[in-house]
């Protein structure tokens, strides 16, 4: 059951990774200002903001940003933590429907002794 366990996490931890590769390639394809910028903008404008006033607004809006971003990452993460149960019945649920729809009687005791569950295939 261990195993299980683990393998459910790889994957899940796999499918993270494989999303935040795609979001980084596509934010360096496609140029995305801050969300903030407009922000900072209006704030400049409205307050008639000196150019030093607006280059530390900027970094503090940046600042702002990436601390979103942290509590944002905690947050998936507790959220994969919390799938990782579900996750586990899942490929339990489909090692015993091969094990005992798909596969004859006969070879029911060689999968079992086989050891691969679905979440290791999953995992690659």
């Given at each position: 059951m261990?195993?299980?366990?683990?393998?459910s996490v790889v994957l899940a931890g796999a499918w993270f990774l494989v999303g935040l590769g795609v979001g980084v390639a596509v934010s360096k394809s496609e140029p995305n200002p801050s969300p903030f910028a407009s922000y900072a903008?209006?704030?400049?404008?409205?307050f008639d903001l000196s150019k030093h006033r607006r280059r530390v607004?900027?970094?503090?809006?940046?600042?702002y940003?990436?601390?979103?971003g942290e509590?944002?990452?905690?947050h998936e993460a507790t959220t994969l933590h919390a799938m990782e149960p579900d996750l586990r019945a899942l490929d339990a649920s489909f090692d015993a429907k091969i094990r005992d729809i798909i596969l004859p009687p006969d070879q029911r005791a060689h999968f079992d002794e086989w050891g691969q569950p679905l979440a290791q295939?999953?995992?690659h």
């Open positions: 261990k195993d299980i366990r683990f393998w903008d209006e704030l400049s404008n409205q607004l900027l970094q503090l809006l940046a600042r940003e990436t601390e979103r509590i944002r990452q905690r295939v999953a995992a």
